[in-house]
């Protein structure tokens, strides 16, 4: 059974720093390209950032680039995301992902969220 469990949310001041991690368990960890993804209240949910199955190729949403890092560690079966000078529309929940294509079929599984709220 596959499971992606993340941590680290909380509440925080705005400039204040967060590191999210996701854990994953029951898939190949290594074989699987991962993401974190974002929803506010009444929106819809959004991808912030992509890191490749050897961690050698990200990307990010335009939003967060240059306050967002996303790093994986493949021995630890874990994905990170560091969220450095959080500002107040950061909030929302932050879920992770995990996403395969093998022979023309799509696997991909989701975490349950982490809530990330920034106020003053």
């Known amino acids: 059974q596959v499971q992606l469990v993340e941590s680290g949310g909380g509440s925080v001041q705005p400039g204040e720093s967060l590191r999210l991690s996701c854990a994953a368990s029951?898939?190949?960890?290594?074989?699987?390209?991962m993401s974190w993804y974002r929803q506010a209240p009444g929106q819809e949910r959004e991808l912030v950032a992509g890191?490749?199955?050897?961690?050698?190729?990200?990307n990010y949403a335009d939003s967060v680039k240059g306050r967002f890092t996303i790093s994986r560690d493949n021995a630890k079966n874990t994905v990170y995301l560091q969220i450095n000078n959080l500002k107040p529309e950061d909030t929302a929940v932050y879920y992770c992902?995990?996403?395969?294509?093998?022979?023309?079929?799509?696997?991909?599984?989701w975490g349950q969220g982490t809530q990330v709220t920034v106020s003053s």
């Open positions: 992902k995990a996403v395969r294509s093998f022979i023309g079929t799509t696997y991909d599984y």
């Open positions: 029951g898939l190949t960890f290594s074989s699987y390209g």
């Open positions: 890191i490749t199955v050897t961690g050698g190729s990200t």
